[in-house]
């Protein structure tokens, strides 16, 4: 999963929590790149935005292919760009894992990691 934390630039108090906030986690819309709704879930307990990696499960993407997707994050009127690529690579227990991710915010790098599944990071606005 992508763990998306927002944190005020001036402040660095956290955006996304119960009131009084800039951004309530009602604020939050999450879409795909057809600008349909897409999954996410709001922990504004722990404040962050959490963006499945995967559609569906890993059985559904086949190891060594690069996978490219792109979600767009509107939080009121303010919407921001996610972009994030990763391949699959099978385990010795015949699972699968993140052989990398790489993830762009707004067109630029982000995370670059392997090995990972959950990725988390910062945003500052």
């Not at 929590?17 to 800039?22: D, L, M, N, R």
């Not at 709704?37 to 059985?59: E, H, L, M, S």
């Not at 060594?64 to 994030?84: E, P, Q």
């Amino acid at each position: 999963d992508l763990q998306i934390i927002y944190i005020d630039k001036t402040t660095k108090q956290f955006l996304i929590k119960e009131p009084p906030s800039i951004y309530l986690p009602a604020d939050v819309k999450v879409y795909n790149e057809t600008l349909e709704p897409a999954d996410f879930k709001v922990y504004d307990k722990y404040n962050f935005v959490t963006i499945p990696v995967f559609r569906g499960n890993t059985f559904s993407h086949s190891p060594g292919v690069n996978y490219t997707y792109r979600k767009f994050i509107d939080l009121k009127n303010d919407r921001d760009t996610i972009d994030y690529s990763f391949m699959i690579k099978e385990t010795i227990c015949g699972g699968s894992a993140l052989e990398y991710i790489k993830v762009k915010y707004n067109n630029q790098v982000i995370v670059d990691r392997r090995n990972e599944i959950n990725v988390t990071f910062n945003i500052e606005k």
